[in-house]
């Protein structure tokens, strides 16, 4: 169960990272149109790469999806709300 709630944890956390590291990669350009390009790129990459670590995470933790769902949901939770009561100045 320890295990299938770490995974969890990787399936909030490495689709996001992967978003982050995409899109404010700096690529010679700030255009406008190609900082969005880059936002939808990497927000399907995102969902994909959930989707598949899902799949993974059911296959190998079918009996203990539990313990996975609730932790990727913690730590989803917890990410809205640090976004929520972070301040940019």
């Known amino acids: 169960a320890a295990v299938a709630a770490l995974f969890g944890g990787v399936i909030a956390i490495v689709p996001g ?15 406008p149109k190609d900082i969005l390009g880059r936002f939808y790129q990497a927000e399907i990459g995102k969902f994909a790469l959930t ?26 939770v917890a ?7 972070a301040r940019i100045d």
Request: glycine letters at 4%; one cysteine or more.
């Open 51 to 76: 989707a598949v670590l899902f799949f993974f995470g059911v296959s190998l933790f079918a009996k203990q999806f539990l313990p996975l769902i609730c932790t990727y949901m913690a730590c989803l």
């Open 17 to 31: 990272l992967y978003m982050a590291i995409r899109v404010y990669a700096r690529r010679g350009t700030d255009e």
């Open 79 to 85: 990410y809205w709300v640090v976004t929520a009561f």
